[in-house]
């Protein structure tokens, strides 16, 4: 039965600081949690509905949970349908065009968790975080969304299950995702996926003192052009071994560097130009943001996108930034993105009853 009359859980959104797109074939990545949240609110109906209130993208619903878990089930055959075949026309086929497709997802990954008949629910979704900009935005809805729904009907969220549906959940958005952005968003700090071919190895929580993280500074280059997943499966065939290579050199580099107890700022800023480098080789990062990237990098700083990139621009999503000890209080050429002022490291899924 519900113990509480209503639920709040609240989960961070991510960055990868290095290893994007050569995560998804098994490549290592680093990722840290960002200070932007997605809050999702459970209040019960007695009329056993399932009301949808998601007011960041314009949709009020009424519906009822077989409903959800049809709907569920379709987005996974056409995942199927995908999966076997994981180019772009199949990948656009996998999302849809529902605004509420990963609320609606996550609710139905969710029913089978349950232990006992669901319950009416109103559920809110309200989120500070970019769309397609690499923020982890569903991850951090598909996280948030279960945590309160099971928190909502058995009393508190089990971490496993949570992970669960949000990892199910991503794939239905994403197509192929690493895992990083669900484990990262639920566990908060900072995560590192090591190396594994087949994937089978988890996240782990790596130590990283916050005055390192505090030398990155943020932007937004606005939303990309193509969905996450598109611009992965565009790019998989650039993912040579030399190029592999590289973004594991990066992408140790950085995490090595990052976790020393005083951190040398010249070793970040070598590995996050090295990380640059091989995002512009997949050819995901546009014109407007490698100029921004050159001119800091002139400067004696780095920059890098911190997500999928973008195939035809003129936005690519999160920018990070490091500058030089003796740089200007603001990187150059960075005036037409908007700064992000948000700490990385911050805790992880947070829930509390109302």
Request: net charge neutral; charged share 15%; hydrophobic share 45%.
């Amino acid at each position: 039965m519900t113990t509480a009359a209503a639920v709040r859980a609240r989960a961070p959104g991510k960055l990868i600081l290095a290893g994007e797109h050569a995560a998804v074939v098994g490549g290592p990545v680093l990722a840290a949690a960002i200070g932007l949240h997605c809050t999702a609110v459970v209040r019960p109906r007695r009329d056993g509905a399932v009301e949808l209130l998601l007011p960041d993208v314009d949709v009020r619903r009424v519906t009822d949970w077989p409903t959800l878990s049809r709907y569920t089930a379709e987005a996974r055959r056409r995942w199927s349908a995908f999966a076997t075949d994981p180019g772009g026309p199949a990948f656009a086929a996998v999302r849809g065009d529902d605004p509420a497709h990963v609320v609606a997802a996550t609710l139905g990954e969710t029913l089978p968790h349950l232990r006992h008949a669901p319950s009416g629910i109103s559920l809110t979704v309200t989120s500070g975080l970019p769309v397609g900009a690499g923020f982890g935005s569903s991850a951090a809805t598909a996280v948030a969304t279960c945590a309160a729904v099971l928190a909502h009907h058995h009393g508190a969220p089990d971490a496993e299950s949570v992970a669960a549906v949000a990892a199910r959940t991503e794939k239905l958005q994403h197509g192929t995702p690493s895992g990083i952005d669900t484990a990262t968003v639920q566990r908060g700090g900072t995560q590192w996926l090591p190396r594994d071919t087949h994937r089978t190895a988890g996240a782990v929580g790596l130590p990283i003192d916050e005055a390192a993280l505090s030398m990155c500074e943020l932007h937004h280059t606005g939303p990309a052009a193509e969905p996450t997943g598109q611009v992965v499966a565009a790019v998989r065939a650039r993912l040579t071994p030399q190029a592999l290579a590289q973004s594991e050199h990066a992408t140790t580099s950085l995490s090595a560097a990052l976790a020393r107890p005083r951190p040398d700022r010249s070793e970040v800023i070598a590995a996050i130009r090295d990380s640059a480098r091989f995002l512009a080789r997949l050819g995901v990062v546009p014109e407007g943001v490698a100029a921004a990237i050159r001119t800091v990098e002139e400067h004696g700083g780095a920059a890098k996108i911190c997500g999928a990139g973008s195939l035809t621009g003129p936005g690519a999503g999160a920018l990070l930034v490091v500058r030089p000890d003796d740089g200007p209080a603001t990187a150059p050429g960075l005036a037409p993105f908007t700064p992000v002022a948000a700490p990385l490291g911050v805790a992880g899924l947070h829930w509390e009853e109302l």
